[in-house]
């Protein structure tokens, strides 16, 4: 039976005029690895110190493990934070730095010496012991900041975009190795992150945001595949959404005019004829084709090769631009040409429904 560890109840919170969090509600559960996913300014960061203590909320409550924390001071609580800067004392070498913080609680030193060797072997650094910040890549400099986290065993891990100034191969080797830590350990993680990549690689759950209200929560396949508004289709995987009219439902099928044109989705509940309805189509799921007399009918704009896949921008006759993408080089077709467009049912998502 799982056992709720954080909850938070109608937390608001604003900065002068501006209200940064408008009433989120959210029970996190013990050993889960939760993501908050959001663009800049979208009150993410802003949960998190209310959640460490380092802001108090303007309403609402915060409960860890059952108990009212709302109005208690960051170390009175049994969470600690991983910010992106690493936030190392330059004086003190790794094993001083990892266990500054049992220093402050009292801890033998015999008993500090033993659970600093185990947590930086957990993190890869044995041998690191005797070296100075100044002498630490970036990566290892980030692992010394979780070290010296998970040192305490605390309840709760907040990390603040931890992985932002790594670059792109050690920020993935990164995402693993927390992810096994956190497996390992069975501490309950709450990560912070704009990148959609670290939310789906990494995340039990994941929560995004926009505006300081919560768009969506689910299991990364639910966000993925099944988003439930525009936002979260477009912000988490960068799904076309195509807008059109309900003409007839069935059992087994939606049929949607869409620019005069004839084209099918699975139904949903509450889909009727006659309402104007958003689709999300993957770009993956997106199909071009020059032979298909089925289809919207669409031009060839421009062809970009990025992450190994194929990035076709095709423009619709109302104007409006859509992106198929593909592996693979190359395809041949060429700017200019006309195309046609389409999707298998099961590959459009109906969103903004609420």
Known sequence: MSEKLLELKNIKKGFGETQVLKGITLSIEKGEFITFLGASGCGKTTTLRIIAGLEAPDS??????????????????????VFQNYALFPHMNVETNVGYGLKIKRVPKGEIKKKVSEILELVQLKGYEK????????????????ARALVNSPKLLLLDEPLGALDLKLRRTMQIELKRLQKKLGITFLYITHDQEEAINMSDRIVVMKDGKFEQIGTPDEIYNYPK?????????NANVISGVVQKVTNTKAEILIEN???????????????????????ENLKVCTQCREGLEAVLEDKTFTAGQL??????KS????????????????????????????????????
Not at 60 to 80: A, C, E, F, Y
Not at 131 to 146: C, D, T, Y
Not at 311 to 316: D, V
Request: overall charge neutral; charged content about 25%.
């Open 60 to 81: 609402g409550t915060v409960l860890l493990d059952g108990k009212d924390v709302t109005s208690i001071s960051p170390n009175q609580r049994d969470v600690n934070t």
């Open 131 to 146: 070296r100075m910040p100044s002498e630490l890549s970036g990566g290892q400099k980030q692992r010394v900041a979780i």
């Open 229 to 237: 508004t525009s936002y979260v289709a477009d912000f988490v995987g």
């Open 261 to 283: 044109q004839m084209m099918y989705a699975e139904p949903t509940p509450g889909i009727r004829e006659g309402m104007k309805v958003s689709l999300a189509v993957r770009r």
């Open 311 to 316: 990035h076709m921008t095709l423009r619709l």
């Open 319 to 354: 104007g409006k631009t859509l992106v198929s993408c593909q592996y693979g080089m190359d395809i041949d077709l060429k700017a200019g040409e006309q195309i046609c467009v389409g999707w298998k049912p099961e590959h459009a998502v109906f969103v903004d429904l609420e």
